[in-house]
């Protein structure tokens, strides 16, 4: 088996035509194994070339409410307010940590995501 890192984008385009060409192969098999050590190789090239930031905890909290359809009055009787709810999606106020285990609890929205700091709108 001949398989190089991926350093270039040249590497990485034999790479995927080779994972294609090799799609199917048995498990077990030299071609299996071939096929699995360039699947790991490039998912690590694009991690690295084309790294995802996380987003900052209020594109986290519109995200949520964009994918399930829930508004701001959604966000406002979770949290308390509305003005509050209208403070923190406008960047105006920070969370608290009462509102961050509120939206970890029930909108099931990891804490790690919503304890990053992140700047409010002047």
Not at 49 to 62: F, K, N, T
Not at 95 to 121: C, F, H, Q
């Amino acid at each position: 088996m001949d398989v190089k890192p991926i350093k270039t984008e040249d590497d990485y385009d034999a790479a995927l035509a080779e994972i294609d060409r090799l799609m199917g192969s048995p498990l077990d098999s030299p071609e299996g194994d071939k096929l699995e050590v360039l699947v790991i190789l490039v998912e690590a090239y694009e991690a690295v070339r084309w790294s995802i930031e996380a987003p900052d905890p209020v594109a986290a909290i519109v995200h949520v409410m964009e994918a399930n359809g829930w508004q701001q009055k959604d966000l406002a009787e979770l949290i308390g307010s509305q003005p509050r709810a209208s403070e923190i999606l406008n960047r105006r106020r920070l969370l608290t940590l009462p509102m961050i285990r509120a939206l970890s609890d029930k909108w099931n929205l990891p804490t790690g995501a919503l304890v990053r700091e992140y700047s409010l709108a002047h």
